[in-house]
């Protein structure tokens, strides 16, 4: 059974840089595309972009100036930094797995970052 | 990016009930919907994709179809265990949406 599990700091300042990875187990990383969604306290989920194996990647486009997504099949892992963040990026995080007809198929269980001073 | 439009936002429902819940898209999106289920606290946990495919180990009371631009999720039997938060997400173009979600609450 594939497991994610998200990791990072929980409380990040404004205009700093929020990093968080995602450790899969249960499975190889290789051959699939890797999603960051996040949700707002109360409010919908957000798509932020997804990731192959070879390090390809597709960002949502309002968030593309400050996201980047990266890549270490060696440790299967992968991870998100999202620069220059604001109170309007707090949210829980989550990490999932995009199956072959590109829904999220697997998810982690969230982590909630909070910006503030 | 597309939008995508549920309705109603929340409803209020009794065990044993049939439930149906709507997504609209603001262009046609062919068959690529999915429907997730969201419990408070934990992660949201698919249960339809391709409009009507039910994902493995979901109950068979979970059904979903339409194509283009409407859609639908039933619940034809609704159980103590579906009270949650239902989201549509469509994967036909890039960025990836969701719906705003619709809240099924115990009436």
């Known amino acids: 059974q594939v497991q994610l599990q998200e990791s990072g700091p929980g409380l990040v300042k404004p205009s700093e840089t929020l990093s968080l990875t995602c450790t899969v187990s249960g499975g190889s990383i290789s051959s699939y595309y890797w999603s960051w969604i996040r949700q707002p306290a109360g409010k919908g989920l957000e798509w932020i972009g997804r990731i192959y194996t070879s390090g390809s990647t597709n960002y949502n486009p309002s968030l593309k100036s400050r996201v980047t997504m990266s890549v270490d099949t060696s440790k299967n892992q992968f991870s998100l930094k999202l620069s220059s963040v604001t109170a309007a990026d707090t949210a829980v995080y989550y990490c999932?797995?995009?199956?072959?007809?590109?829904?999220?198929?697997?998810w982690g269980q969230g982590t909630l970052v909070t910006v503030s001073s | 990016a597309i939008q995508l439009t549920q309705s109603p936002s929340s409803l209020s429902a009794s065990v044993g009930d049939r439930v149906t819940i709507t997504c609209r898209a603001s262009?046609?999106?062919?068959?690529?919907l999915a429907w997730y289920q969201q419990k408070p606290g934990k992660a949201p946990k698919l249960l339809i994709y391709?409009?009507?495919s039910l994902e493995s180990g979901v109950p068979s009371r979970f059904s979903g179809s339409g194509s283009g631009t409407d859609f639908t999720l039933t619940i034809s039997s609704l159980q103590p265990e579906d009270f949650a938060t239902y989201y549509c997400q469509q994967f036909n173009n890039y960025p990836q949406t969701f719906g705003g979600g619709t809240k099924v609450e115990i009436k």
């Open positions: 262009q046609g999106i062919s068959s690529a």
């Open positions: 391709d409009a009507s």
């Open positions: 999932a797995r995009v199956a072959e007809q590109l829904v999220l198929d697997y």
